[in-house]
């Protein structure tokens, strides 16, 4: 994290989500180096990729990346554009089986007509690192033990590097997705934040989002949130990758130039919460390794 000072005095942190994604891989890697000798091989996972979105070309590469980094095998299958579902599926039915495959990804958006729903509910439950499937979603809602997804994951990670405590804190998250927005409003509920989850058909967004303490904008509009819609001392999470249609540049939700000059803290896109989620994924792929080996979930 790092701190700086903008023309007045108010004082800001920059929530540095690649050092503090940095820190939890090089935890995990010198857990990892320890796994040959007390169990005989390292985790393995497997990303599938179908078709040529360039997107998930980068996302998947990235994905690969970091498993070196870490010390998890991985495989990385590329299917064609026009896979037939029933190839999709039989090749996950065959991950489900092979004892050597911890972790099991379909990257997302899957080409059309390819049902998400049914290639998410076909993964192994215990191999879903993506924490998707049905049952692990259910496990976030009521409690029980699950894999969480990497984004929310990595969210309340920041958050708590941060020294953000949210109890008793309001909350306000935009978006209401089930890989975003909808987990996150559970996790800070969870965390003994009050909640407001907020949407396109939120009336009057701006009056809800000057009342929140933490800030999650996840909605997929570049520069949605303006320095107007926050109050003074907001911690200010952005989840959005977009392009700014000004400069075509990546840029998040979040008008960070306004918005930076009342926050207490704010991630940065990019390097907030992108390199969270993958450091997430990777923290998955070790639960899910030594829910394999030892026969217990230890989420
Ligand atoms: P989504 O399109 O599935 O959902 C967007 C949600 O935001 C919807 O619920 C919609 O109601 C709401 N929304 C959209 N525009 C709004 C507006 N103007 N006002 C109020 N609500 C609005 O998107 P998603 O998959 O949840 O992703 C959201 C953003 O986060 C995208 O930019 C995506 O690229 C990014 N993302 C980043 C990561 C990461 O690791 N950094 C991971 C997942 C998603």
Known sequence: MSTFANHSIHCIMI????????????SLAEQVAAFPARYGRVPHLTVVRVGEDPASVVYVRNKAKACDAVGIRNTTLVLPEDTPEEELLSLIRRLNGDDTVDGILVQLPLPRPLSEARVIETIAREKDVDGFHPLNVAGLWQKTPHMEPCTPKGIMKLLRATGVDPKGKRAVVIGRSNIVGLPVAKMLLDANATVTLCHTRTVD?????????ILV????AAKMVTGDMVSEGVV??????DRDPQTGRLCGDVDFESCASKAAAITPVPGGVGPMTIACLMENTVECFLHRVNGSITV
Request: without cysteine.
């Open 15 to 26: 929530i540095d989500g690649k050092q503090i994604s940095a820190a939890l891989k090089a």
């Open 205 to 213: 967004l701006a009056s809800v989002t000057r009342q929140a303490e």
């Open 217 to 220: 904008v996840a909605a997929g």
């Open 236 to 241: 200010i999470i952005d989840v959005g990758m």
